[in-house]
């Protein structure tokens, strides 16, 4: 039978939370003020379910599970779980600020679509049977206090109540629902129709239905209006990015990993959760989240800059317990993500606030990874700080090669590993263009601060490197290669990287012409209906289809973009970047997925175990179309 059920979460007149803003106006003040802003209301925070529906900065929760008919039970809910009896999720729009979600779950034949909509401390959540829906399935709704922050929670037999402990904030919930079981505080409701959890406001299902239907449409129109016929692009790059966010309540801080995949299975706490930060991988994040949220793209340039190691280099992976990646950094696009959002938002406290970071990391690079006036890929030891497994594959190959960003790359195999000098005895053209580009913008940055003598330190050192550069130049076959520190001689095993000197504006226009006429548009090499392969397809590696051997990813596209944003290329640069919407979409559309990786000859991400299906860097493919189109600026030097 119906029951219209009261859930206590009671509400104290209060219809917006009072943030408490830090006065003053030094960077890191406006910084700790940003944060707080973030960590506020209804938002699906929780790192380890997205079915998990937070209120900040309290911690209050409404945690929703599903039950089959023979008691067993699912309670977390991660996009592209692989696991066992895992929930299938397709996921849908999601807002930045949590005011509108959909997603849709299929576990064991039980098809649910699951909406919310968030006003203040009002949240509705709505969960609908789809029509092809098995029945018997059961909603289990149970109300938390996470994270250990000391609310009161109370039960009885109309419901429960969640506060804080001075009762300053609390909030009623009445759920709208077939009711079946009662458990303690867990309340069971059939799935065979619909659910509404009212959080903050008293509604029947219609009114919820109305409300969610409302939220919904202004939402989807307001994108729609904004982007026009890049919306489909927009809507896959935000809807990743917000899905993906959370707040890690051991930093106390709002973040964007990279998934919730990656973030719950490296450091997962039952109490707290987990994160897991890349470095590029982050960087690129934060210049997505920049076209449609300021804060959250100052959040995560913000988080990975500060994450700097005692050695002065931002890591290559930051995780939750401290662990940072001490013996190796990765590409550095640092300076490129802060430029391009500050020229976006004009605001300097934010170029201030990371300058010093960005700067010492600059210098880092030449006085640790040159060799003979070029960079290197390398791996320092260092005393052990965690323990994880990760410190121990540290000094050598593996941990110089994970530097690259490219973790299996053919190019390096066979590469001899230095001890002495803790270098890869190669010339890394990929790592030196960005170097390259990497002083240029921050010489921007400290010329937009008034940092004369660093302007001149370093354009000086941009031009050293530069004149170096042009020495892995091959006339022979127009290209650039890697190349031996030992005997000078070089490694043609390639990869987009090879392309990267376009971006610190190397080659001459009619080299860069002979770059892309015989290899990037050679079909035999790069180009065909999805674009472009991490090896070429004339390279053996290329037919392993495994990771970094053979298959598509969307920051090398993003970056060789770029550097063709650089030269006259204007029919080339389309293409690719049609290409590139095109591979984006394709799984988008049909099934609501952002791929870590794609095969390069089918476009499908899911052909292979190694490829995350919710991975937030898939969606450069859709932001290098957002910038061919004009709706994210080309040009930001």
Same mark, same amino acid.
């Given at each position: 039978m119906k029951k219209h059920l009261l859930i206590g979460l009671f509400l104290v007149g209060l219809f917006i939370y009072p943030i408490k803003v830090i006065s003053g106006n030094t960077p890191e003040e406006l910084y700790e %003020?940003?944060? &707080?802003?973030?960590? %506020?209301?209804? +938002? =699906?925070?929780? =790192?380890?379910?997205?079915l998990t529906h937070v209120f900040l900065p309290y911690g209050f929760a409404v945690d929703l599970n599903m039950m089959d008919t023979d008691g067993s039970r699912v309670r977390k809910f991660r996009i592209g779980d692989r696991a066992k009896e895992a929930p299938l999720l397709q996921p849908g729009p999601h807002s930045f600020d949590g005011a509108y979600t959909k997603m849709t779950i299929d576990w064991r034949g039980y098809k649910l679509q699951v909406e919310s909509a968030a006003m203040g401390l009002k949240n509705i959540i709505?969960?609908?049977?789809? *029509?092809? *829906? &098995?029945?018997?399935?059961?909603?289990?709704?149970?109300?938390?206090?996470?994270?250990?922050?000391? +609310?009161t929670l109370s039960v009885d037999s109309l419901g429960f109540t969640l506060a804080s402990r001075d009762k300053v904030v609390e909030i009623k919930t009445y759920i709208e629902g077939e009711l079946l079981e009662k458990k303690g505080r867990e309340f069971i409701l059939s799935l065979d129709t619909p659910v509404a959890i009212c959080c903050g406001e008293n509604m029947g299902l219609d009114d919820a239905i109305a409300f969610i239907n409302n939220r919904a449409r202004d939402f989807i129109n307001s994108n729609q209006k904004q982007f026009g016929a890049n919306y489909d692009c927009y809507n896959a790059m935000q809807s990743v990015l917000a899905w993906d966010n959370i707040y890690d309540p051991g930093i106390r801080r709002v973040i964007t990993p990279v998934s919730r995949i990656w973030s719950s299975e490296w450091f997962a706490s039952e109490d707290f959760g987990g994160f897991t930060l890349f470095c590029w991988d982050t960087y690129f994040a934060s210049m997505m989240l920049a076209v449609g949220n300021k804060e959250l793209a100052y959040a995560n340039a913000v988080e990975i800059t500060k994450a700097i190691t005692e050695r002065g280099f931002v890591p290559n992976c930051f995780y939750s317990n401290n662990f940072k990646s001490r013996d190796r950094s990765q590409p550095p696009v640092g300076s490129l993500a802060v430029w391009t959002i500050y020229k976006q938002y004009q605001e300097k406290w934010f170029l201030e606030l990371l300058y010093k970071e960005l700067l010492t990391w600059n210098r880092w690079w030449s006085q640790n990874r040159e060799d003979?006036?070029?960079? @290197?890929?390398?791996? +320092?030891?260092?005393?052990?700080?965690?323990?994880?497994? %990760?410190?121990?594959?540290?000094? @050598?190959h593996y941990g110089a090669v994970l530097e690259s960003g490219l973790d299996n790359s053919p190019m390096y195999d066979g590469v001899p590993f230095n001890k002495q000098k803790h270098l890869l005895e190669q010339h890394d053209v990929g790592m030196s263009s960005l170097y390259i580009m990497d002083c240029d913008y921050l010489a921007l940055i400290a010329e937009e601060l008034g940092y004369k003598k660093d302007v001149t330190e370093l354009r000086k050192r941009a031009e050293y490197y530069r004149n170096n550069l042009a020495g892995l130049w091959d006339d022979k076959t127009g290209f650039y290669y890697n190349r031996s520190t030992r005997d000078l001689k070089f490694n043609y095993r390639t990869s987009p990287t090879c392309f990267y000197p376009l971006l610190a504006k190397v080659p001459t226009q009619s080299q860069a012409e002979r770059m892309i006429k015989e290899h990037l548009l050679d079909t035999d090499e790069f180009w065909g209906e999805y674009i472009i392969p991490s090896v070429p397809k004339n390279d053996p590696a290329f037919k392993d289809n495994e990771y970094w051997r053979g298959r598509i990813w969307a920051p090398l596209n993003f970056l060789v973009y770029l550097g063709l944003n650089n030269y006259e290329f204007p029919e080339v640069r389309h293409a690719f970047a049609e290409k590139s919407q095109k591979l984006l979409l394709k799984s988008w559309l049909s099934h609501g997925y952002v791929f870590e990786n794609y095969n390069a000859l089918t476009g499908e991400g899911d052909d292979v175990v190694r490829s995350d299906k919710f991975y937030h860097w898939g969606a450069l493919l859709g932001y290098i179309s957002l910038m061919e189109n004009g709706v994210v600026s080309k040009c930001c030097k």
């Amino acid at each position: 039978m119906k029951k219209h059920l009261l859930i206590g979460l009671f509400l104290v007149g209060l219809f917006i939370y009072p943030i408490k803003v830090i006065s003053g106006n030094t960077p890191e003040e406006l910084y700790e %003020s940003l944060q &707080k802003r973030l960590a %506020s209301g209804w +938002n =699906t925070w929780d =790192t380890r379910s997205v079915l998990t529906h937070v209120f900040l900065p309290y911690g209050f929760a409404v945690d929703l599970n599903m039950m089959d008919t023979d008691g067993s039970r699912v309670r977390k809910f991660r996009i592209g779980d692989r696991a066992k009896e895992a929930p299938l999720l397709q996921p849908g729009p999601h807002s930045f600020d949590g005011a509108y979600t959909k997603m849709t779950i299929d576990w064991r034949g039980y098809k649910l679509q699951v909406e919310s909509a968030a006003m203040g401390l009002k949240n509705i959540i709505l969960i609908r049977p789809l *029509t092809e *829906t &098995k029945k018997g399935g059961r909603l289990v709704v149970i109300p938390e206090s996470l994270w250990k922050r000391g +609310n009161t929670l109370s039960v009885d037999s109309l419901g429960f109540t969640l506060a804080s402990r001075d009762k300053v904030v609390e909030i009623k919930t009445y759920i709208e629902g077939e009711l079946l079981e009662k458990k303690g505080r867990e309340f069971i409701l059939s799935l065979d129709t619909p659910v509404a959890i009212c959080c903050g406001e008293n509604m029947g299902l219609d009114d919820a239905i109305a409300f969610i239907n409302n939220r919904a449409r202004d939402f989807i129109n307001s994108n729609q209006k904004q982007f026009g016929a890049n919306y489909d692009c927009y809507n896959a790059m935000q809807s990743v990015l917000a899905w993906d966010n959370i707040y890690d309540p051991g930093i106390r801080r709002v973040i964007t990993p990279v998934s919730r995949i990656w973030s719950s299975e490296w450091f997962a706490s039952e109490d707290f959760g987990g994160f897991t930060l890349f470095c590029w991988d982050t960087y690129f994040a934060s210049m997505m989240l920049a076209v449609g949220n300021k804060e959250l793209a100052y959040a995560n340039a913000v988080e990975i800059t500060k994450a700097i190691t005692e050695r002065g280099f931002v890591p290559n992976c930051f995780y939750s317990n401290n662990f940072k990646s001490r013996d190796r950094s990765q590409p550095p696009v640092g300076s490129l993500a802060v430029w391009t959002i500050y020229k976006q938002y004009q605001e300097k406290w934010f170029l201030e606030l990371l300058y010093k970071e960005l700067l010492t990391w600059n210098r880092w690079w030449s006085q640790n990874r040159e060799d003979r006036g070029l960079l @290197c890929l390398g791996s +320092n030891p260092y005393e052990k700080v965690t323990y994880f497994r %990760s410190e121990f594959d540290t000094d @050598c190959h593996y941990g110089a090669v994970l530097e690259s960003g490219l973790d299996n790359s053919p190019m390096y195999d066979g590469v001899p590993f230095n001890k002495q000098k803790h270098l890869l005895e190669q010339h890394d053209v990929g790592m030196s263009s960005l170097y390259i580009m990497d002083c240029d913008y921050l010489a921007l940055i400290a010329e937009e601060l008034g940092y004369k003598k660093d302007v001149t330190e370093l354009r000086k050192r941009a031009e050293y490197y530069r004149n170096n550069l042009a020495g892995l130049w091959d006339d022979k076959t127009g290209f650039y290669y890697n190349r031996s520190t030992r005997d000078l001689k070089f490694n043609y095993r390639t990869s987009p990287t090879c392309f990267y000197p376009l971006l610190a504006k190397v080659p001459t226009q009619s080299q860069a012409e002979r770059m892309i006429k015989e290899h990037l548009l050679d079909t035999d090499e790069f180009w065909g209906e999805y674009i472009i392969p991490s090896v070429p397809k004339n390279d053996p590696a290329f037919k392993d289809n495994e990771y970094w051997r053979g298959r598509i990813w969307a920051p090398l596209n993003f970056l060789v973009y770029l550097g063709l944003n650089n030269y006259e290329f204007p029919e080339v640069r389309h293409a690719f970047a049609e290409k590139s919407q095109k591979l984006l979409l394709k799984s988008w559309l049909s099934h609501g997925y952002v791929f870590e990786n794609y095969n390069a000859l089918t476009g499908e991400g899911d052909d292979v175990v190694r490829s995350d299906k919710f991975y937030h860097w898939g969606a450069l493919l859709g932001y290098i179309s957002l910038m061919e189109n004009g709706v994210v600026s080309k040009c930001c030097k």
